[in-house]
């Protein structure tokens, strides 16, 4: 029931109603498909930076620093990627309340356990993706530690960001790489998985539709997967020093 107000420091009636939509089951969803494609996209455009390390360390460098200063003189220096800092830990946050939400629900909804219970039936990532989760998210703060911050990297040269990606994918530093390559598989099924999951929700649910899915589901996770993997390994193998 709605309770009308003259008092002006009331919220509106549509900020009671859009809260109250976000709270559902529903909006929560919504809420991770929205915020999870804020995430891809970032994904898929650091991904192509990323690449840029195949075409030698100046490009490489010269990308680093055309990041910091785009919207300049509007914006100060690095204001830019304080911008989408902001907006990615946003989508992070929404993305895990929303996750974290339907799954208690999800629990609460079946409050009594068996004894002999039959294994529900489901892929891989999708038992996973809790797990998968919590690796994403260590590995992003280290990652951030690592190659924004330079605390964590042998070399941590700002302004030689080429020299800090060799420094740490380097032979000797195996465990670097394995972990972020654990790392980059996790979210290769997370975005599996999800990809699939949002194509059955806009209506993907015939029989070809659902192969549809998840061939693109395959396809979105394995190209993404690669592109990242490729500098890491490139680095290892030394096609790149």
């Given at each position: 029931m709605i309770h009308w107000t003259n008092d002006p420091a009331a919220p509106s009636v549509g900020a009671v109603v859009t809260v109250s939509a976000v709270r559902t089951s529903v909006g929560q969803k919504a809420l991770m498909a929205v915020s999870g494609i804020v995430l891809v996209l970032f994904l898929v455009a650091h991904m192509i930076g990323n690449l840029k390390v195949f075409v030698g360390a100046e490009s490489f460098d010269h990308y680093a620093h055309w990041l910091r200063t785009i919207g300049a003189p509007l914006l100060p220096d690095s204001g830019y990627l304080w911008i989408q800092r902001t907006v990615l830990t946003a989508a992070l946050a929404a993305h895990v309340w929303a996750a974290t939400t339907l799954a208690l629900r999800a629990r609460a909804?079946?409050?009594?356990?068996?004894?002999?219970?039959?294994?529900?039936?489901?892929?891989?990532?999708?038992?996973?993706?809790?797990?998968?989760?919590?690796?994403?998210?260590?590995?992003?703060?280290?990652?951030?530690?690592?190659?924004?911050t330079g605390h964590l990297n042998p070399v941590g040269d700002r302004a030689h960001p080429y020299g800090n990606v060799v420094a740490d994918f380097a032979p000797q530093r195996w465990y670097v790489t394995l972990f972020y390559t654990l790392a980059v598989l996790s979210v290769g099924l997370h975005l599996r998985h999800g990809v699939f999951s949002a194509m059955r929700t806009l209506g993907q649910r015939t029989a070809a539709g659902e192969r549809r899915a998840r061939l693109v589901a395959l396809v979105a996770s394995v190209g993404l997967c690669a592109g990242f993997l490729s500098v890491p390994f490139a680095v290892s193998l030394g096609l790149v020093s």
């Open positions: 909804a079946q409050p009594v356990r068996y004894a002999h219970r039959r294994p529900v039936q489901g892929s891989y990532a999708a038992r996973t993706m809790r797990w998968g989760g919590v690796i994403i998210l260590l590995f992003a703060v280290y990652h951030v530690l690592d190659l924004t």
